[in-house]
């Protein structure tokens, strides 16, 4: 379930009254269509919505189909009340694994060049509305992963203007979204 926004707008970094409850924490773990019914409220949620959507959709035609999204930024804040304006993107970042296709560094080199609308988060935000990154599951170092986490984490659980903390969401890269983009499209 995707708690209320707080009196800030934004999602709460933790439910109850103890921060340090693990099962607790953001991100909350939730189904693209949590995101979409508590989302998409207005046309330019929708808009968002369809192009996030049509992202993930080309993720899994390239072979990405282990993983989860984290999803942040004005997208899952009140920024309507909060700044008078709708959200211009969603904020996502995709951990998963290469595609087995891509396991060799000159495959997955290849792959990165030649799917700009992927990789490339400007690329992706002009064809998806989507501020998107990546994260490579399959390079097997702890150190790198920790530092990606923390990095993501550090930079998703605080709006950049006011530093408040803030919680975010965490959605499966598998699900196939068809019934959701049947549902935005109706």
């Known amino acids: 379930m995707i708690p209320s926004h707080n009196e800030s707008g934004v999602l709460p970094p933790f439910l109850g009254n103890n921060p340090a409850a693990q099962a607790a924490m953001a991100p909350y773990r939730v189904s693209l269509l949590e995101v979409v019914s508590r989302f998409g409220t207005t046309p330019e949620r929708i808009k968002i919505l369809s192009g996030f959507i049509a992202y993930r959709d080309e993720l899994r035609k390239v ?5 989860f999204q984290w999803l942040d930024g004005s997208f899952v804040e ?9 959200p211009a993107d969603i904020d996502i970042v995709t951990f998963s694994y290469r595609p087995e296709q891509y ?3 000159g495959q997955w080199v290849g792959l990165i060049e030649s799917r700009p609308d992927l990789f490339d988060p400007e690329v992706a935000r002009d064809k998806f509305h989507c501020d998107a990154y990546f994260v490579d599951l399959s390079l097997g170092m702890p150190g790198y ?4 986490t923390k990095y993501w984490f550090g930079l998703f659980s605080h709006q950049r203007v006011s ?14 979204d068809s019934d959701v983009a049947a549902l935005l499209s109706a």
């Open 163 to 176: 530093s408040v903390w803030k919680g975010m969401l965490e959605i499966p890269l598998t699900n196939d």
């Open 103 to 105: 396991k060799d560094e």
């Open 145 to 148: 992963l920790i530092d990606q």
């Open 63 to 67: 072979g990405f189909l282990n993983g």
């Open 78 to 86: 009140n920024v309507e009340v909060t700044q008078c304006r709708p």
